[in-house]
């Protein structure tokens, strides 16, 4: 059996069967798969919240408005949250088995309005972070969740897969050198389907997870060219104007 996504806080499932402690559900992402009944948490679809969005790498959430207090939850960013009240620069929200928490509100928010130099910049930050199968959180990406994740803290909607991400977006080049920072990089390894999607950083720069997240090139002349890379590349798309 292998993991096929990773659901995160307040991600809504779409439950189809149970089988003992299992339920197979779809996620947001239209992956579907089994999950134990202790991972969820079964609500009432007609209940009307608003969420907001965490912008801080890691936060932690305390049982009242003050960090002395009591640590309930923690969390990290690109997951959205209840917005239930507001009182001196903290909000309290509520999680999906009932328990309550504050958290700042500078922990809250996108990141910035999209621009390619921004994007990059933030992209940056997350250097490092491992490889996971199915990730799409700070606790490990894949490349297509790497890709995903960071468009998200910029208010920009994406597909999961590598090959949906290429079929939505809108082509820049054939020329493996050509782009701009925040365009992306597509590949395919058998020549069919589009597999792989990293960020053009600058001009024949890839900034992908693949292992982890880091920057190499696929310029024969860089000292961090990746020659499988180079072979497998298809074009650049990009999801800014």
């Given at each position: 059996?292998?993991?096929?996504?990773r659901?995160?806080l307040?991600?809504?499932?779409?439950?189809?069967?149970?089988?003992?402690?299992?339920?197979?559900?779809?996620?947001?992402?239209?992956?579907?798969?089994?999950?134990?009944?202790?991972?969820?948490?079964?609500?009432?679809?007609?209940?009307?919240?608003?969420?907001?969005?965490?912008?801080?790498?890691?936060v932690?959430?305390?049982?009242e408005?003050?960090?002395?207090s009591?640590?309930?939850?923690?969390?990290f960013?690109?997951?959205?949250?209840?917005?239930?009240?507001?009182?001196?620069?903290?909000?309290?929200?509520?999680?999906?088995?009932?328990?309550?928490g504050?958290?700042?509100t500078?922990?809250?928010?996108?990141?910035?309005?999209?621009?390619?130099?921004?994007?990059?910049n933030?992209?940056?930050t997350?250097?490092?972070?491992?490889?996971?199968?199915?990730?799409?959180?700070?606790?490990?990406?894949?490349?297509?969740?790497?890709?995903?994740?960071i468009h998200?803290?910029?208010?920009?909607?994406?597909?999961?897969?590598?090959?949906?991400?290429?079929?939505?977006?809108?082509?820049?080049?054939?020329n493996?050198?050509?782009?701009?920072?925040?365009?992306?990089?597509?590949?395919?390894?058998?020549?069919?389907?589009?597999?792989?999607?990293?960020?053009?950083?600058?001009?024949?720069?890839?900034?992908?997870?693949?292992?982890?997240?880091?920057?190499?090139?696929?310029?024969?002349?860089?000292?961090?060219?990746?020659e499988?890379?180079?072979?497998?590349?298809?074009?650049?798309?990009?999801?800014?104007?």
């Amino acid at each position: 059996m292998c993991i096929r996504d990773r659901v995160v806080l307040w991600e809504q499932l779409e439950i189809l069967e149970q089988i003992d402690d299992f339920f197979l559900v779809i996620t947001e992402d239209k992956y579907k798969g089994w999950i134990n009944l202790h991972q969820i948490v079964q609500m009432d679809s007609g209940i009307d919240l608003n969420f907001v969005l965490i912008s801080e790498r890691y936060v932690n959430f305390y049982a009242e408005p003050e960090i002395k207090s009591v640590i309930v939850r923690d969390g990290f960013c690109g997951i959205r949250i209840p917005f239930l009240s507001e009182k001196n620069g903290w909000i309290k929200t509520t999680f999906p088995d009932s328990v309550t928490g504050w958290v700042e509100t500078c922990n809250l928010g996108n990141v910035k309005k999209p621009d390619s130099l921004e994007i990059i910049n933030y992209a940056k930050t997350f250097i490092g972070i491992p490889y996971l199968w199915g990730g799409k959180t700070v606790k490990g990406f894949d490349c297509s969740g790497f890709v995903q994740f960071i468009h998200k803290m910029f208010s920009i909607n994406l597909r999961r897969d590598a090959w949906m991400q290429f079929e939505d977006s809108n082509f820049v080049s054939r020329n493996p050198c050509g782009g701009k920072p925040g365009d992306l990089f597509f590949f395919s390894e058998r020549g069919q389907k589009v597999t792989h999607v990293g960020f053009v950083m600058k001009p024949g720069i890839i900034l992908h997870c693949q292992g982890m997240v880091k920057i190499e090139s696929l310029n024969q002349k860089n000292q961090l060219f990746n020659e499988k890379l180079f072979k497998d590349f298809v074009e650049i798309r990009t999801f800014l104007n």
